[in-house]
Nanobody, 121 residues
């Protein structure tokens, strides 16, 4: 059974930091591109950051709104992807979801349950 378990969310003041973790089980983690998405109340889910497989160079991509503040990384030995979030702003408040996607030999696409991040004074 595939499971993506997010953790690390919480309440933080503006300017603060959080590190989200997503532990994957039931998949060959190294073959999956991993990503973080978020959804704020009343808004559509949006991409935050992605990281490719190691064999694809582990390239990263970020939404413009988080560039320079957030860093995505992966530890294949621990089947875990991380999102380090610094200089948090109230507009970063959302539920953050972990995503795992593989395109070969066919498309596999999995989501976690989400973790709440609230940035408020």
């Amino acid at each position: 059974q595939v499971q993506l378990a997010e953790s690390g969310g919480g309440l933080v003041q503006p300017g603060g930091s959080l590190r989200l973790s997503c532990a994957a089980s039931g998949i060959a983690f190294g073959f999956y591109h991993m990503g973080w998405y978020r959804q704020a109340p009343g808004k559509q889910r949006e991409l935050v950051a992605t990281i490719a497989t190691i064999t694809s160079g582990a390239s990263t991509d970020y939404a413009d709104s988080v560039k320079g503040r957030f860093t995505i990384s992966r530890d294949n030995a621990k089947n875990t992807v991380y999102l380090q979030m610094n200089s948090l702003k109230p507009e970063d408040t959302a539920v953050y979801f972990c995503n795992a996607i593989r395109l070969n030999p066919r498309r596999y696409d999995y989501w976690g349950q989400g973790t709440q991040v609230t940035v408020s004074s």
